[in-house]
């Protein structure tokens, strides 16, 4: 939703989800492109070029795309900085691709688990400014559990392998589902957002509430403009209704706070009692009341014992999104414990 706000502004241009800090980055990291095999080297050109014309995750070819190696890997061995020659430099090339398509000056992306990589983005890109989105985690995980696709993708329309694509998608979602997992997950990002705000100042880190944004569209997006050096006007917030786990496509919906409260009457009480459990304190610094419920010990015991099917489920599930099971697990535990 704030990527779509954003890119209403003729000034900024960010692309959709990369995942590279937290998966093409580590594969490669401190390499230079001239010293990786013509393999190498096409590996990291394919994986921009597969999502410049689907997301990231959903399978395709990248012999489709608009963009040739050559697009990214020449200009990314002239990129001035530190950078330059480097693979960051490929991500960069690609991302400053999408603002050229747009015509703006500003280039970035839009990554929710990037949130645990906010040290090394700062480390690459020092000037860069961070926006991090928390929800309230009981629609999060109501969100997660209900999800399917709606619409939005004008490609995936008539397209059969590309529905086909989002089905599985669809699949690895369902089978990575577990209450107590997505819950956690959000109080390890949440954790992390606020944890990064404090450490690197509102200069370069901040926090936004989805419920602020749709509750108040103009005064919370409004600052958040003129932080990133943007043009406000309310013609940003014309923007369609896309991602909903519920409701279909809506080309000019604009932001909606009708799925603020949705997860009262498609959550349960012991559902809601395990996720606010789960997400402990982070819930309450984040700024969300507490509902009056309590989950019983079987409710608990429960949850708690289907655990660690799931968690290898999962695990299998996303085997292709991380590029060290330990280190992704890791990440969000020390974050989630912290």
């Not at 393999?39 to 399978?59: H, K, L, W």
């Not at 490609?155 to 590309?162: F, H, L, T, V």
């Not at 789960?278 to 984040?286: E, H, P, S, W």
Request: net charge positive; glycine share 6%.
């Amino acid at each position: 939703m704030l990527r779509s706000i954003l890119n209403r502004a003729p000034e900024i241009q960010l692309a959709g989800e990369t995942h590279y800090f937290d998966d093409l980055r580590p594969r490669f990291d401190g390499r230079a492109l001239s010293g990786m095999s013509a393999e190498e080297q096409a590996v990291c050109a394919d994986y921009f070029r597969s999502q410049s014309i689907r997301p990231y995750g959903v399978r395709a070819n990248p012999e489709e795309s608009p963009l040739s190696r050559d697009d990214l890997l020449g200009p990314a061995a002239a990129v001035d900085g530190p950078t330059r020659d480097s693979v960051d430099a490929v991500f960069e090339t690609y991302c400053r691709w999408h603002m050229s398509q747009a015509g703006a000056r500003i280039w970035g992306e839009k990554t929710p688990r990037h949130i645990f990589r906010i040290d090394d983005i700062l480390a690459a890109y020092p000037e860069a400014r961070i926006l991090c989105t928390v929800r309230d985690p009981r629609a999060v995980v109501a969100s997660y559990r209900d999800w399917e696709y709606q619409g939005g993708l004008r490609k995936a329309e008539g397209n059969a392998d590309y529905q086909a694509a989002i089905a599985e998608d669809q699949k690895r979602k369902e089978t990575s589902y577990h209450i107590v997992i997505a819950s956690m997950m959000w109080r390890a990002a949440a954790r992390a957002a606020f944890a990064a705000q404090a450490k690197h100042s509102t200069d370069r880190v901040r926090v936004v509430r989805y419920e602020d944004v749709v509750g108040a569209p103009a005064d919370t997006v409004r600052p958040i403009a003129e932080w990133l050096g943007v043009g406000y006007d309310d013609s940003l917030l014309e923007i369609p209704l896309h991602n909903s786990s519920t409701t279909r496509f809506d080309e000019k919906a604009g932001p909606s706070a009708a799925p603020n409260r949705r997860w009262h009457k498609v959550l349960s009480p012991q559902e809601i009692a395990i996720i606010q459990r789960v997400a402990g304190k982070a819930l309450d610094d984040a700024g969300y009341a507490r509902e009056p419920v309590k989950a019983g010990p079987l409710d608990l015991l429960a949850a708690y014992a289907s655990l660690p099917g799931v968690v290898v489920r999962a695990a299998r599930a996303n085997r292709s999104r991380y590029t060290s099971l330990p280190a992704y697990v890791m990440r969000r535990l020390k974050a989630a414990l912290g």
